[in-house]
């Protein structure tokens, strides 16, 4: 069965950091490159950041560029959003996904994502 699933979320101070993990089964994440997204309550889904299969290439939405941080490691199937400084504006549901082999990343473009995981929740909260 392919699927993603999405780890590491919990209830986090203002300021504090997570890391979320995106395993993958079933298939290899190497021809994949793989987003984040997050969906708080009553808002729309926004894409977060997005890696390339390779690594070699990351993007991602403004509100976090210099707090999160997309990594990937193939040999463990796995890519990794790095949280720091978080606030509470990043409280939501944490989603992973990916696009179709070799397919560069574009978060506005959420349709060519499959695979979604069940989800993770974030939230930052004094």
């Known amino acids: 069965q392919l699927q993603l699933v999405e780890s590491g979320g919990g209830l986090v101070q203002p300021g504090g950091s997570l890391r979320l993990s995106c395993a993958a089964s079933?298939?290899?994440?190497?021809?994949?490159?793989i987003g984040w997204f997050r969906q708080a309550p009553g808002k729309e889904r926004e894409g977060v950041a997005c890696?390339?299969?390779?690594?070699?290439?990351?993007t991602y939405v403004d509100s976090v560029k210099g707090r999160f941080t997309i990594s990937r490691d193939n040999a463990k199937n796995t890519v990794y959003l790095q949280m720091n400084s978080l606030k509470p504006e990043d409280t939501g549901v944490y989603h992973c996904?990916?696009?179709?082999?070799?397919?560069?990343?574009?978060?506005?473009?959420?349709?060519?994502?499959?695979?979604w995981g069940q989800g993770t929740q974030v939230t930052v909260s004094s």
């Open positions: 996904a990916r696009l179709p082999p070799l397919r560069q990343c574009a978060l506005s473009n959420q349709d060519d994502y499959r695979y």
């Open positions: 079933g298939f290899t994440l190497d021809y994949y490159a």
């Open positions: 890696i390339s299969n390779s690594g070699g290439r990351t």
